[in-house]
């Protein structure tokens, strides 16, 4: 079964810059479409971005279009998410999950696999 850990979590001041990691065992994470979803206390969990299993498609949620990288290191079976100009509305729990299916999705449902989450903290 795949496993997925999450790491780079933590405090940031506005206007800052994060870098999430996603490190896969038991698989190999090109067998998998990866998403980046985020759940803030009182807010729904919401899809941030996604790549397909080759890495050439990508997609983006509206708010983080233009700040937000996603990405895969095939050597390394991880996928990143290099957060730039963070804001407060960006905190939250940053979960990373795995579909199985082709193509790429901001729905949660389509996710078979997920991390336990690392702490994203904006504040000043």
């Known amino acids: 079964q795949l496993q997925l850990v999450e790491s780079g979590g933590g405090l940031v001041q506005p206007g800052g810059s994060l870098r999430l990691s996603c490190a896969a065992s038991?698989?190999?994470?090109?067998?998998?479409?990866i998403g980046w979803f985020r759940k803030a206390p009182g807010k729904e969990r919401e899809g941030v971005s996604c790549i397909s299993k080759s890495g050439r498609s990508t997609e983006y949620a509206n708010s983080v279009t233009g700040r937000f990288t996603i990405s895969r290191d095939m050597a390394k079976n991880t996928v990143y998410l290099q957060m730039n100009s963070l804001n407060f509305e960006d905190s939250g729990i940053y979960y990373c999950?795995?579909?199985?299916?082709?193509?790429?999705?901001?729905?949660?449902?389509?996710?078979?696999?997920w991390g336990q989450g690392t702490q994203v903290t904006v504040s000043s």
């Open positions: 038991g698989s190999t994470l090109d067998n998998y479409f």
């Open positions: 999950a795995g579909g199985p299916w082709a193509g790429t999705s901001l729905q949660d449902y389509e996710y078979d696999y």
